[in-house]
Structure formats: structure tokens, C-alpha cells
T-cell receptor, first 112, second 118 residues
Framework: EDKVVQSPLSLVVHEGDTVTLNCSYEVTNFRSLLWYKQEKKAPTFLFMLTSSGIEKKSGRLSSILDKKELFSILNITATQTGDSAVYLCAVEDTRNTGKLIFGQGTTLQVKP | KAGVTQTPRYLIKTRGQQVTLSCSPISGHRSVSWYQQTPGQGLQFLFEYFSETQRNKGNFPGRFSGRQFSNSRSEMNVSTLELGDSALYLC?????????????????FGSGTQLSVL
């Protein structure tokens, strides 16, 4: 059965810290891996990764995919209180359009 | 450009009742997917519609059903509600793409309908 596992499930850091969130997957027909940020209700898109070893960056956030070892990491540098949210990792397979397999999410709390 | 709109935002029902949730996708988006989010299970895929046809379905009982209209708006229905159906129901829309081509498309989520079953 396809699955996505995120770690840690929760994390508390102080402003300015750097955090690394992990996502491992077992999906037979991998197409892409996506990261979302969920602050209240609607998850918002962060990154989509399809190729190994290519880092995607957006400001203080970056992410990279390792298709050989079947994992991805999301890095957040110089964290701010506004980064507090649930970070969701999801994988899409080639057979099922519109279906994402989500991990449990990592709840990040950034303290001032 | 308006985002994905879900109504109602909150809903309280009792066991045995049925409920209908609505989702209006982003203009021009033809695919609508539904997800259930609970603290214990995370986000789980319910079904996906495109051009009024269900293209994909998750592992949920037949009490969960949906449909899509010609204007791409979608509704999902849950009949004979159970306590365990209490959850945040999220709708997501995207433009259609060939299944064999990886593109930079992504799903756009609505703010969800929080359903409480008492």
C-alpha cells in the first residue's frame, strides 16, 4: 500500500533557528512530491519536486528530493513566528489523477 | 482571480442525518478533488471529478458520494452520518492535464467545511 511518512510529527523552536522537516514515501508509480503549508484551514502550495537532487528555493524555504532513497526534506532557515503551521508532504502517482497521498504532517511552532 | 470557495464553512449535524457540501473551483479549473482531514488520519482522498465524471475514488464507504456540474462546481454528500465523520472536508481544484505528463500544476485548496456530528 502506498504511504507517506513525515517526521517529526511536531517541533518547537525559537525564532532564528533552522529546521529540517522530513518526508519519506513508498509509492509504486511516483510522479511528484509536493509540500504544503497549512496555517488554519486551506493548505497552501510551497514546492513541487519531480527530479532528484535539484533544490527548489523560495526565500528562507528550500526543498530537495532524493528519488533513490525515497525521501524529501524541507528546510526553513531563520525561522519566524509566522512560520508556525502544519507542513504537509504529499505524493502523486502516475495512475491516479487528482489524488495526493498525504503524510500526517509536521506541526511546527516557532516561539519568539 | 477568486480562489476555491467552499460552503458552508461550519456545519453541525446529528447521527443519522445527511449533509451536502459545496465547492466552487477556480475559474477555468475543470478538476475538483475532495479530501477528508482528521487529527488521527490526516488528509485522505475521497474522490476526484472532471467534466462531470468521477475519475478517481478513495477508500471510503458508499455513504460518501459526489457529483460535478457542467460549470465545474462540485458537491459531496454524506448520508447516515456517523460520529467518525466529524472532520474538515477540503476541496481542491486544478486544471486538467494529461496523466502521463508531469507538469508544474498543483492543487489549489479551499478553506474547507468543518463538519461536527453529534
Amino acid at each position: 500500500e502506498d504511504k507517506v511518512v513525515q517526521s517529526p510529527l511536531s517541533l518547537v523552536v525559537h525564532e532564528g533557528d533552522t529546521v529540517t522537516l522530513n518526508c519519506s514515501y513508498e509509492v509504486t508509480n511516483f510522479r511528484s512530491l509536493l509540500w504544503y503549508k497549512q496555517e488554519k484551514k486551506a493548505p497552501t502550495f510551497l514546492f513541487m519536486l519531480t527530479s532528484s537532487g535539484i533544490e527548489k528555493k523560495s526565500g528562507r524555504l528550500s526543498s530537495i528530493l532524493d528519488k533513490k532513497e525515497l525521501f524529501s526534506i524541507l528546510n526553513i532557515t531563520a525561522t519566524q513566528t509566522g512560520d508556525s503551521a502544519v507542513y504537509l508532504c504529499a505524493v502523486e502517482d502516475t495512475r491516479n489523477t487528482g489524488k495526493l497521498i498525504f503524510g500526517q504532517g509536521t506541526t511546527l511552532q516557532v516561539k519568539p | 482571480k477568486a480562489g476555491v470557495t467552499q460552503t458552508p464553512r461550519y456545519l453541525i449535524k446529528t447521527r443519522g442525518q445527511q449533509v451536502t457540501l459545496s465547492c466552487s473551483p477556480i475559474s477555468g479549473h475543470r478538476s475538483v478533488s475532495w479530501y477528508q482531514q482528521t487529527p488521527g488520519q490526516g488528509l485522505q482522498f475521497l474522490f476526484e471529478y472532471f467534466s462531470e465524471t468521477q475519475r478517481n475514488k478513495g477508500n471510503f464507504p458508499g455513504r460518501f458520494s459526489g457529483r460535478q456540474f457542467s460549470n465545474s462546481r462540485s458537491e459531496m454528500n454524506v448520508s447516515t452520518l456517523e460520529l467518525g465523520d466529524s472532520a474538515l472536508y477540503l476541496c481542491a481544484s486544478s486544471q486538467d492535464r494529461p496523466p502521463h505528463i508531469a507538469t508544474n500544476e498543483k492543487l489549489f485548496f479551499g478553506s474547507g467545511t468543518q463538519l461536527s456530528v453529534l
